[in-house]
């Protein structure tokens, strides 16, 4: 009331997996003469999808006719929110329906499955697929107090002698999370 102010800037840090949704944040200043004011200001936290993934699977020495022995790839949630996961496979460029290149020849992308369930066979796992396809029963739930939720997801590659693959072999599998 008798013109004299002071400007104060407030901040706080906010965890990249914090609660997302609307958030009200309020002040509250008292002066040396009991003097108060308050306001309240909302915003938002939005959704934040964020995966870490193993980084090799690796099959092994196979030969032409051979089936690889499980091999897991665990997914880590790092955001705030639970998700499931689809997965694509290429070997040299996204669309060109092959799950690796080889030194000499390739192998078509549904020669590599994969699965949520550890005593699924390799008829029984699902094909990889050159557009993504929902892993089924792998949700991983939000982060959560810095703690960081894991689901693993199990795979297995089928060497078909009718593709002449041989020698190192290299492919790509791109995992997407969405909203569970």
């Known amino acids: 009331q ?5 400007n104060y800037t407030c901040s706080f840090p906010v965890a990249y997996y914090a609660l997302n949704g609307t958030w009200n ?10 003097l108060t ?3 309240t200001n909302t915003t938002s936290v939005n959704a934040l999808y964020a995966l870490n993934v193993t980084v090799l699977i690796d099959y092994g020495n196979l030969t032409a006719g051979d089936y690889s022995a499980n091999q897991t790839a665990d997914v880590v949630n790092l ?3 639970p998700m499931n996961i689809s997965v694509l496979g290429y070997g040299q460029a996204i669309n060109d329906n092959l799950s690796f290149v080889c030194d000499q020849g390739n192998l078509s992308v549904d020669t590599q499955r ?4 550890p005593a699924a066979d390799y008829a029984a796992k699902i094909p990889l697929n050159r557009t993504f396809k929902a ?6 739930n939000k982060t959560s107090n810095g703690s960081f939720s894991m689901n693993t997801t199990y ?5 078909d002698p009718s593709q002449q693959a041989f020698g190192r072999c290299n492919g790509t599998i791109v995992f997407q999370a969405q909203a569970a």
């Open 135 to 140: 892993i089924p029963g792998v949700t991983v």
């Open 37 to 39: 004011a308050m306001t």
């Open 25 to 34: 944040c309020t002040v509250r200043a008292n002066d040396s003469i009991n």
């Open 2 to 6: 008798d013109g004299f102010f002071a």
């Open 114 to 117: 994969f699965s949520a369930d």
């Open 155 to 159: 795979w297995q590659l089928f060497v």
């Open 79 to 81: 955001g705030n929110v």
